[in-house]
């Protein structure tokens, strides 16, 4: 070093940046009409925007009829669940915001995000005049949970605690939702709506995660008998569309497993759309597997690794780190895929919205019902993108 | 030196135990369940022969055919013409969700504030809400809700809209047709001929030589041969109305709502996507390529078309492909909204004969032959823009 930086700066003249000039017309004029056909641009657009917006406006505040909606809510979101045993559903969905409170509190970032973004959903469901009180009161209370949570995760030392809990959750939910003779029983047959659109994605995704890592492995196998069983089941998966595969799960599973297994259609529902995932999860893990250098298979090799060892302790730790953002959005896809089962006749939140729809007293109303369930998946589905984008930005997998 | 090691655990052996394994594990599970599935087909009373195929079908099909169909039909014609009916979904979906997404991922670039912010608030919306929800909203909110046909809603006289459909203009072949067509063919090939001399001579004497005018004047030089020959217009323009008996429309195209809401919710969903491809891919090109060509002093047009864009083709057409194969097997979806492809043809066919194996199999296999030739389509083009590395 030697030269001090003191003395370089005292002796040259240091030009200033130029000083942006940030007034709005100087915006105006940069961002909307910076040339002849940028001004043309603007000026047709910002027309048609306006009538656009005058026209759906008018229509969202006037003229739609949203009793259509809030009359029906429950059986939108729960289904034809009983109505004694609500108070199982907002447990789950307590215990759920308990989690979240802790994992924002314990990671920030993203996990704060999500935390926020389910806060506000409670919240929501605060605020809206027509939902029953009971609700008001489990929300409320999941409300709470999630605020203590935040401040306890910062504090206490629960990390493992909170990733354990993670994974108990979803047999707990299972379990809570069906009883399994503990509880009173409710049969798969009554759970629906946007409930049994959370379950089938969340299975689906759960169940096909496994399935997928091994087919993504055994397509990279050096075995030729493993390598093209793989092959060609996942890109036959990939060649034909998933209504075919849930036709296959709802007509064709039955008379596979024969007499005696008896299996219902949303479990039906669950298989096809686990087989169909899969596929597509193990290619985007096979792209993770992919980026692995070679180095770490031969450094591993030479510390004595087996291959099983290799495979699950330095492999796949990495290659999965690199698909985090594909699951996320290969579940994004999952998620929305779970209305084709409104197709084979069972009653997801879709399938509720058209049953709704043919009642005789609120003929008509198509538009709000359809529109309400398209807002539900958007508000979801908007959050897990960003999420995806967010956490290929933190993991610096674009940049690679 | 003695190998203490077990023959099961040498080089030569592992594999090819652990795939024997495989294949008999793989063998019992398949026998087990085609086992059960043909006792069980037994049990019910149904063959597994593709014999069906021939009986009449006995069912009609409404408005979309693009093949002659009446109840009279075999089965099999029935099947033909959905598969015809998914193609023509799929094909002209993917035909106008490449122009809106390319303009789409074009504007997401503009430096004008609101025709980016426009087009990605689009973008968001149609991407992140099910396809299958986009579709029942245009059929069922929609396109139903539209006026009976008798007061149908008329825009200036020649689109009829109503909820039976919408009928707009229609060409009409005539005589004069073929011989337009033939000469628009030569005009066609005769102006890309003098568009490339032109280039030439062009390029050789560094003086504007004006091929595109050149190719655009020679074209509309040519167009005078076919008017002189036939003194008449390529084709006959038929207007639509109703019918006296206001039950149905004459003349003109009548666009099926089913048909309609199908083909718009393909086409805005699958734009989206496109949308995101074609902002990737123009953001994929490096830097230094746009640098080094206003350097050269290239106009930004001259830019775009021969350094951006030929550049970005190549990062654009693998995930392309994909969302084009996605495009036509989500067509198979327009069978919630009772447009008559194969999935719906098909499943018409399996709750009226009970041939659920036969049935889904045709499926299947039309599927995976539209997916395997479109995608080997995709290839060859995809190879022929390659970059040619070493």
């Not at chain 1, 027309?47 to 006037?62: D, E, Q, Y």
């Not at chain 2, 099961?8 to 135990?17: A, M």
Request: hydrophobic fraction near 55%.
């Amino acid at each position: 070093m030697g030269v001090n930086q003191a003395d370089i700066m005292k002796e040259t003249t240091v030009l200033q940046a130029p000083k942006k000039n940030r007034t709005v017309q100087k915006w105006l004029k940069d961002n909307m009409f910076s040339s002849w056909l940028n001004t043309f641009f603007t000026i047709a657009l910002t027309i048609l925007l306006f009538f656009l917006f005058k026209v759906i406006l008018s229509w969202v505040l006037f003229s739609a009829d949203w009793t259509v909606v809030s009359v029906h809510l429950k059986l939108l979101l729960a289904g034809q669940y009983p109505n004694a045993e609500l108070w199982r559903v907002f447990l789950c969905i307590f215990l759920l915001s308990l989690l979240t409170g802790f994992s924002s509190g314990i990671w920030n970032g993203t996990m704060t995000q999500l935390g926020l973004f389910f806060a506000g959903l409670l919240a929501l469901c605060l605020a809206l005049p027509f939902v029953s009180v009971e609700a008001k009161i489990w929300n409320a209370a999941s409300l709470l949970v999630l605020v203590c949570g935040y401040f306890g995760g910062k504090k206490l030392p629960l990390k493992k605690t909170v990733l354990f809990s993670w994974l108990m959750l979803f047999p707990v939910t299972i379990f809570l939702l069906s009883g399994f003779g503990i509880l009173p029983k409710v049969g798969t047959n009554l759970w629906g709506g946007f409930l049994l659109t959370l379950l089938l994605a969340v299975v689906a995704i759960v169940a096909s995660f496994p399935l997928g890592v091994l087919l993504a492995l055994g397509r990279r196998s050096r075995l030729p008998a493993i390598k093209y069983f793989c092959v060609c089941y996942i890109e036959f998966i990939r060649g034909i569309p998933l209504i075919t595969i849930l036709y296959v799960a709802q007509l064709m599973v039955p008379l596979f497993l024969g007499q005696g297994i008896e299996l219902n259609n949303a479990v039906r529902a669950m298989i096809g759309m686990t087989l169909f995932s899969a596929a597509y999860l193990a290619e985007n893990v096979r792209g993770g597997l992919q980026s692995i250098p070679s180095g770490q298979y031969e450094a591993s090799h030479a510390l004595g690794f087996s291959t099983p060892l290799m495979t699950f302790f330095i492999i796949l730790p990495q290659a999965l780190r690199a698909v985090i953002p594909a699951m996320v959005g290969q579940f994004i896809a999952i998620f929305k895929d779970t209305t084709l089962v409104t197709i084979v006749g069972i009653i997801d939140i879709l399938g509720m919205a058209q049953n709704v729809a043919k009642n005789p007293t609120f003929l008509g109303k198509e538009m709000e019902l359809f529109l309400f369930v398209a807002a539900v998946f958007f508000v979801f589905c908007s959050m897990l993108s960003y999420v995806s984008r967010r956490l290929e930005r933190s993991l610096g997998v674009g940049e690679r | 030196m003695n190998n203490t090691a077990p023959f099961w655990r040498s080089r030569r052996f592992k594999p090819v135990l652990l795939q024997l394994l495989f294949v008999v594990i793989a063998g019992i599970c398949l026998f087990y369940f085609i086992n059960n599935a043909l006792t069980g087909l037994k049990r019910l009373g149904l063959p597994l022969d593709f014999g069906f195929l021939q009986s009449t079908a006995s069912f009609d099909i409404s408005g979309d055919k693009l093949i002659d169909y009446s109840a009279t039909d075999p089965y099999s014609r029935a099947i033909l013409v959905g598969l015809f009916n998914t193609l023509r979904v799929a094909v002209l979906g993917i035909m106008f969700a490449t122009i809106l997404g390319v303009i789409l991922g074009i504007a997401r670039l503009s430096n004008n504030w609101l025709v980016r912010n426009t087009s990605k608030v689009f973008v968001e919306i149609f991407r992140n809400t099910p396809l299958l929800v986009q579709m029942i909203i245009w059929f069922s909110a929609v396109f139903l809700m539209l006026p009976l046909i008798e007061n149908s809603y008329v825009f200036a006289g020649t689109v009829f809209f109503s909820n039976r459909g919408i009928a707009i203009p229609w060409f009409q072949t005539t005589s004069a047709t073929w011989i337009w067509l033939v000469c628009v063919a030569t005009a066609i090939l005769l102006a890309i001929t003098v568009w490339k001399w032109r280039l030439k001579l062009q390029t050789e004497t560094g003086k504007r030589k004006y091929p595109s005018l050149w190719a655009v004047g020679v074209t509309a030089a040519a167009m005078i041969v076919p008017l002189l020959l036939t003194s008449a217009g390529p084709f006959h323009v038929t207007m639509p109305e109703v019918n006296p008996n206001g039950r149905s429309f004459a003349g003109g195209f009548v666009i099926s709502p089913s048909f309609a809401s199908v083909l718009i919710a393909l086409v805005m969903y699958t734009s989206a996507f496109i949308a995101e491809i074609v902002r990737a891919g123009i953001m994929g090109v490096s830097k230094g390529q746009l640098e080094a060509a206003q350097a050269l002093g290239l106009k930004s047009s001259t830019t775009l078309r021969l350094v951006v864009f030929p550049q970005a083709f190549r990062i654009i057409i693998p995930p392309l492909t994909s969302q084009y194969l996605n495009l036509t097997k989500n067509s198979s979806l327009a069978v919630a909204v009772g447009y008559p492809e194969i999935v719906h043809v098909g499943n018409t066919i399996l709750n009226q004969s009970g041939r659920a194996i036969q049935m889904i199999t045709i499926m299947i296999i039309c599927y995976l032959t539209v997916s395997l030739l479109t995608s080997l389509f995709m290839n060859i083009f995809n190879k022929y823009t390659q970059l040619a590395e070493r």
